[in-house]
């Protein structure tokens, strides 16, 4: 029973270099978002999905990318990567649109932007 | 906008003392309300999930109220353990699909 997959689960980067982010479910979940957890802050959302080929963006979107081409995956990339984006990444998965499901959480990655 | 806050950030006591951890939020229009544990460098783990029109729901040694015109949800932790020393988090659901969260509690659980 996988449930929500993160890789990598660290990552150093230098400033300016892009990354992608994975993140699986194999729970048929229509419903993935993508949080960044900062020391003394609650998880912010960054960008969501309802469903294959639909995103919108989140709490704070800018400098980061999403694409929702199955059902299972739904990567994070970063482009051009700042300091600013040293972070733990959350990746979340829910039964469906609906609002009344609970939510399942990947392990986390840890990125540190030098 | 949705706020949660939790209070206090931090909690230490003495194994056996039950715990209390408040959040409060700012909007009552919300659908549910989940409780999460998360343990040192690991993911966030669901503990409980109270629908807006519950008032409680009880898992083992935890229940959790929720008073939603008042905007305050309350974690109850009976006979505490010193594994039971985590951050918890609590996360309000309102009539979108965008969770949001408090900055958590951390308790600490002394043998």
């Known amino acids: 029973n996988a449930g929500v997959t993160q890789t990598p689960k660290f990552q150093v980067l230098k400033t300016g270099q892009s990354m992608t982010l994975q993140c699986a479910q194999d729970?048929?979940?229509?419903?993935m978002s993508w949080y960044r957890q900062d020391p003394g802050m609650g998880l912010r959302l960054i960008h969501y999905s309802v469903g294959a080929g639909i995103t919108d963006q989140g709490e704070v979107p800018n400098g980061y990318n999403v694409s929702r081409s199955t059902t299972e995956d739904f990567p994070l990339r970063l482009l051009s990567a700042a300091p600013s984006q040293t972070s733990v990444y959350f990746c979340?998965?829910?039964?469906?649109?609906?609002?009344?499901?609970?939510?399942?959480f990947g392990q986390g990655t840890r990125l540190t932007v030098v | 906008k949705q706020e949660v806050t939790q209070i206090p950030a931090a909690l230490s006591v003495p194994e056996g003392e039950n715990l209390v951890l408040n959040c409060s939020f700012t909007?009552?229009?919300?659908?549910?309300l989940q409780w999460f544990r998360q343990d040192p460098g690991k993911g966030l783990t669901s503990l409980l999930l109270i629908q807006s029109s519950q008032r409680e729901q009880t898992s083992g040694r935890l229940n959790a109220s929720l008073d939603k015109s008042s905007g305050r949800s309350t974690l109850y932790i009976a006979a505490s353990q010193p594994g039971d020393s985590a951050t918890y988090l609590c996360a309000v659901r309102p009539h979108d699909y965008k969770l949001s969260f408090g900055a958590g509690t951390t308790v600490t659980v002394r043998a």
């Open positions: 979340a998965s829910s039964p469906e649109a609906a609002l009344v499901t609970e939510a399942f």
């Open positions: 909007d009552s229009a919300i659908y549910n």
């Open positions: 729970m048929n979940h229509e419903y």
